[in-house]
Antibody, heavy 117, light 108 residues
Framework: QVQLVQSGAEVKKPGASVKVSCKASGYTFTNYYIHWVRQAPGQGLEWMGRINPDSGGTNSAQKFQGRVTMTRDTSISTAYMEVTRLRSDDTAVYYC??????????WGQGTLVTVSA | EIVMTQSPATLSVSPGERVTLSCRASHSVSTNLAWFQQKPGQAPRLLINGASTRATGIPARFSGSGSGTEFTLTISSLQSEDFAVYYCQQYNNWDMYTFGQGTKLEIK
């Protein structure tokens, strides 16, 4: 069965970086885009970007360009999303999701990133 | 950027009622629209893709319609497990996906 398993919660200080991982199993990793979405406490969903695990090509929302890097390691079927220069308003649950022609059916469990001095 | 606007923000309804949620796009997204359900502490769950196609395992009481800029999600008879937040999402612009701000269904 398809699974996306994310890394555990993180606590970071303002100005630091965080790297969240998303390990895929149950399908061919390189066949489907991985998207990253975040949700601040009590807020809605915000699309951050996507990566093509086959080519490594990425697209990201304009507000995150220059601060977010998406990568992948095909040898271990894992996608990564790094956010640099963290601010308090980056405190959120970060999700990965697998995209297909049938939609975003599979999501990771979410990773809480807390940014606090 | 395509802005997605959902209405209402909150809807108080009773179990068994029929409910319609709305989603409007600032520019046409054709039928490149999805609906998600999210419960507290859980990841979003895909309900509808392509504006009207139910995802695998989604009960028939959920239906989606619309194209262009106006979309609706209808739940024909609300069950207790349907009380949640619902988001629409456009994926017409493949390098900039956007979500609506959500509609919360609460028990009346």
């Amino acid at each position: 069965q398809v699974q996306l398993v994310q890394s555990g919660a993180e606590v970071k200080k303002p100005g630091a970086s965080v790297k969240v991982s998303c390990k895929a199993s149950g399908y061919t990793f390189t066949n489907y885009y991985i998207h990253w979405v975040r949700q601040a406490p009590g807020q809605g969903l915000e699309w951050m970007g996507r990566i093509n695990p086959d080519s490594g090509g990425t697209n990201s929302a304009q507000k995150f360009q220059g601060r977010v890097t998406m990568t992948r390691d095909t040898s271990i079927s894992t996608a990564y999303m790094e956010v640099t220069r963290l601010r308090s308003d980056d405190t959120a649950v970060y999700y990965c999701a697998r995209a297909s022609s049938s939609g975003w059916m599979y999501w990771g469990q979410g990773t809480l990133v807390t940014v606090s001095a | 950027e395509i802005v997605m606007t959902q209405s209402p923000a909150t809807l108080s309804v009773s179990p068994g009622e029929r409910v319609t949620l709305s989603c409007r796009a600032s520019h046409s997204v054709s039928t490149n629209l999805a609906w998600f359900q999210q419960k507290p502490g859980q990841a979003p769950r895909l309900l509808i893709n392509g504006a009207s196609t139910r995802a695998t395992g989604i009960p028939a009481r959920f239906s989606g319609s619309g194209s262009g800029t106006e979309f609706t999600l209808t739940i024909s008879s609300l069950q207790s497990e349907d009380f949640a937040v619902y988001y629409c999402q456009q994926y017409n612009n493949w390098d900039m996906y956007t979500f609506g701000q959500g509609t919360k269904l609460e028990i009346k």
